[in-house]
């Protein structure tokens, strides 16, 4: 089939009101980028459709490629004929003779955008199978419920455009359109999970790792840039900033009863994750927590943790089950990579019976005697940026050694 170009759906985006300019412009953006390695795509966007032109570009290898862009509903390579009823017929007659598939059944679906065109969506319906079936008798039957074929022929202001095929979009909203919110990525499953899914509503993520050495060996802060780098592959660049977590976690073992001290953890890697989002102008924190997993994931333990932020905390996972979120790692990709069997700085500090109903009152009692405001400074202050790009090898030359 010689489709021309192709036409992008943007579903929730038409919801937007003032802002779907601005949601547009991100959405243009990110097919830009996503189609950056073909030459002589033109991308025209329009208020509620996105089309590319394919100046005799392969459309599915373009297809392949935009059914990853967060923001389309779905797309369809189509072609773009005039708004008259004998080129509809003729175009549509064509469609079908030069349909790779073989077929049997078919029905003509009218989307009558123009409202203006004189013909309604039946009379249009009519016109089109009627001309296919007279000129192939004996071969097609129309079949409305469940056709071979359900050739869709949308007519709008400025054209009509035929296609047999709705291909399913990424959906969601388009990268960057919501804000930036920066995500804590540990080593674990969840983590990597939930900040897919935010990307996924739009938000610009940034992350923020806590490193422990030497109870956490380099290797175990190559897997969190590894995972950084799978998920750059979606926006393009992840920025990491790493937060050297030890001299606070050793406090808190000196000075934290033991049922608490992950509790007290918890929150000081929320302050400081607070700190660093004021600092970069965030709006919210992200979190892979799923409620129950574990001690720390209870509502008493996310009551008592909440208490020191008052900045939105998004957890994505939270009411999903530990299969659920599986089966998106491995989809995304990051599944073994946090398979990996390297610590984490929680996993090495864990108590052996963390508290599953900490309560606001102890956990302020017991930190009130420790000192913690200098160490937090002093965390956010000696912070690595990182910046990984989809093709680096993040981490890069010490880890190489120690790898290979
Ligand atoms: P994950 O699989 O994401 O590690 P988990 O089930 O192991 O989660 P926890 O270890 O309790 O759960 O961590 C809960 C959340 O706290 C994580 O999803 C992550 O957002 C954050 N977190 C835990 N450890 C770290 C770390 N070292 N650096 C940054 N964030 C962390
Ligand atoms: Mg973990």
Wanted: hydrophobic share 40%; glycine share 6%; charged share 25%.
């Amino acid at each position: 089939m010689k489709y021309d170009q192709i036409m992008v759906r943007y579903g929730e985006l038409s919801t937007k009101g003032k802002n779907r300019k601005v949601f547009v412009g991100k959405l243009r953006k990110s097919v830009k980028n996503v189609l950056s390695g073909f030459d002589g795509l033109e991308i025209e966007a329009s208020r509620d459709r996105m089309y590319v032109h394919l100046n005799g570009i392969d459309y599915k290898a373009v297809c392949e490629k935009l059914k990853k862009v967060f923001g389309i509903q779905s797309l369809s390579p189509v072609m773009k004929v005039d708004k008259d009823v004998d080129v509809m017929k003729e175009a549509a007659l064509q469609y079908v003779n030069n349909l790779t598939r073989e077929i049997h059944t078919f029905k003509v679906t009218t989307k009558r955008a123009d409202k203006t065109f004189h013909m309604d969506t039946n009379e249009i319906n009519h016109a089109i199978g009627g001309h296919i079936l007279f000129h192939k008798d004996g071969e097609l039957s129309v079949n409305v419920k469940n056709p071979d074929l359900n050739l869709i022929v949308e007519i709008r202001k400025e054209a009509v455009y035929l296609t047999g095929e709705v291909i399913l979009g990424a959906g969601g909203l388009p990268l960057n359109s919501s804000g930036k919110a920066m995500l804590m990525l540990s080593g674990g499953i969840d983590s990597p999970v939930a900040g897919f899914l935010s990307m996924k509503r739009g938000i610009e993520v940034e992350c923020i790792h806590f490193y422990s050495p030497p109870f956490t060996s380099e290797r175990s802060k190559q897997k969190v840039l590894d995972l950084a780098r799978v998920l750059s592959e979606t926006s393009g660049h992840m920025v990491v900033h790493v937060v050297p977590f030890t001299d606070i976690q050793k406090q808190i073992q000196l000075q934290i009863p033991e049922s608490y001290s992950m509790t007290t953890t918890r929150r000081l890697m929320l302050r400081i994750a607070e700190g660093i989002t004021k600092e970069k102008n965030g709006l919210a924190i992200i979190t892979g927590e799923s409620l129950g997993q574990v001690a720390s994931q209870t509502l008493y333990s996310m009551n008592a943790i909440n208490e020191v932020t008052n900045f939105p905390i998004i957890r994505p996972l939270i009411t999903m089950d530990k299969n659920e979120i599986i089966a998106i790692a491995q989809e995304i990709d990051t599944f073994d990579i946090s398979s990996r069997p390297f610590e984490d700085c929680c996993t090495v500090f864990t108590p052996v019976n963390p508290k599953t109903m900490p309560r606001r009152e102890k956990v302020n009692h017991y930190e009130s005697f420790v000192e913690f405001d200098e160490l937090v400074e002093q965390a956010i202050k000696n912070i690595e940026t990182v910046h990984i790009r989809p093709g680096d090898f993040a981490g890069k030359k010490d880890i190489e050694q120690e790898l290979f």
